[in-house]
């Protein structure tokens, strides 16, 4: 029997293109209509509507081959994300800002989160989960900020240099590495990939020091040398084909090392391109070289394999409640803790409140994030798939609030920027 993957690559690319297209021409950013054709691909739109031809072209026995593209797909991605993540300009000098928010904006909607964890463990937690793994996964899922997504968002409106966007941007920054941090210690709770032998002291001690370890060599050793190297052979930040062979070795080994701790191979990725030099020009060819592959091709493919891990279920009688509670402290927590954040550096409060909105867009991060922990066994198809709801609309929401909170004297300021630039 033929393989389907080539069928499955063509309706996986359309739906994505013709979503995003879709989505776009409401003012929301490309990977969200993407997001939600995974949606769209899995059993609760088209598996719904057309059963029989769900299961002929996703079969359990093919999809092992479109896992391989994902992970390929996520481990490139956040290699760039890695590279591209910086102090914008002009944070330093209010990087005190960006710290408060930054601080209230994960401390807020994990506090709410982990209140939230005793009403959704008993009915949402997989079997043999503890409830400390599962209520600091959900508090650590609820609590992440999309940088990728805020900054096309700014850059979409002409805001990156206005005074919300990089206070937005360095506070993302900040909030994105602690988020990611933590969630690998989350990960390394449950002792197995598979989630289910509960909480092992050796296991996580294991994955904790080797993290450590890890980041140890990446900084430490793996930093100097590939500084060297691009000094050296890629003067003009436009690395060779030998240079961006080497690159890729150093992301994979680190993927695959990251892996091996029985975390997930983004981690591993994302210190690697943490730790190459700040530089736009070798950004830039990253960008031109990885980056498109990833997103336009392989990151689709990710977005469909999670829609087929949703169900219908969550949304059907107590799912709805627990949605609703799911939304509002996530919306609540992030604008709340954001603005405060904003307001105890200063700010006034229509820029404080566009900051808080700024920091509610999750997005793709969020969505590799549940994927994680999806694979981890951390959290269950019904709980993955309210969470997923969440990520798409707080991203959605984060347009129109940012409209409302900003008037026109900061979009006059942001092309003001611009243009001095």
């Known amino acids: 029997m033929h393989s389907p993957l080539l069928l499955q690559l063509v309706v996986i690319l359309v739906a994505a293109r013709l979503c995003g297209v879709l989505l776009r021409r409401f003012g929301q950013p490309p990977v969200i209509g993407e997001m939600a054709a995974g949606i769209v691909l899995g059993p609760i739109v088209f598996g719904a509507a057309f059963p029989e031809a769900h299961a002929a072209l996703f079969p359990e026995s093919s999809l092992g081959a479109l896992t391989s593209l994902s992970t390929l797909g996520l481990v490139l991605f956040m290699f760039v994300v890695g590279a591209e993540l910086r102090t914008p300009d002009g944070v330093r000098a209010q990087l005190r800002a960006a710290g408060w928010v930054s601080t209230l904006s994960v401390l807020l909607p994990f506090g709410a989160s982990l209140a939230l964890a005793p009403w959704l463990y008993p009915g949402l937690a997989p079997a043999g989960v503890g409830f400390w793994p599962f209520a ?144 736009d020009r070798l950004l830039h060819a990253l960008t031109a070289r ?23 279920d969550a949304f059907s009688g107590a799912g709805l409640a627990a949605l609703a509670l799911i939304l509002v402290t996530a919306v609540a927590g992030k604008i709340v803790g954001g603005a405060a954040g904003a307001r105890l550096a ?66 006059g300021e942001a092309g003001l920027a611009r243009s001095r630039a």
């Not at 937005?168 to 598979?194: E, N, Q, R």
């Not at 700024?358 to 549940?370: F, K, P, Q, S, T």
């Open 346 to 411: 200063g700010n006034g409060w229509r820029d404080s409140l566009a900051t808080g909105a700024l920091m509610n867009a999750r997005g793709l991060m969020e969505l590799i994030v549940l994927k994680v922990g999806l694979d981890a066994g951390l959290i269950g198809p019904q709980l993955f798939t309210m969470l997923l709801a969440m990520a798409i609309l707080t991203t959605v929401m984060t347009g129109p609030l940012l409209g409302l909170f900003v008037g026109r004297s900061q979009a």
């Open 136 to 279: 600091l996964f959900l508090a650590t899922a609820m609590s992440i900020t999309a940088f990728p997504v805020m900054a096309r968002i700014l850059k979409d409106r002409d805001m990156t240099r206005s005074r919300v966007g990089q206070l937005a941007l360095g506070s993302a920054a900040i909030a994105d590495v602690a988020t990611w941090i933590l969630l690998a210690l989350v990960v390394a709770l449950v002792g197995t990939g598979d989630g289910t032998a509960g909480y092992q002291p050796a296991a996580f001690l294991k994955a904790t020091l080797g993290l450590l370890a890890l980041a140890a060599l990446v900084f430490g050793l793996l930093k100097p040398v590939y500084a060297w190297l691009l000094r050296t052979h890629a003067q003009d930040g436009e690395p060779s084909a030998m240079v961006l062979a080497a690159l890729l070795v150093g992301m994979l080994a680190c993927a695959a090392l990251t892996e091996w701790l029985e975390l997930h191979a983004v981690f591993g990725a994302f210190l690697f391109g943490a730790c190459l030099p700040r530089d």
């Open 290 to 312: 990885l980056e498109h592959i990833a997103v336009v091709l392989l990151m689709p493919i990710f977005f469909a394999l999670a829609g087929l891990k949703t169900t219908g």
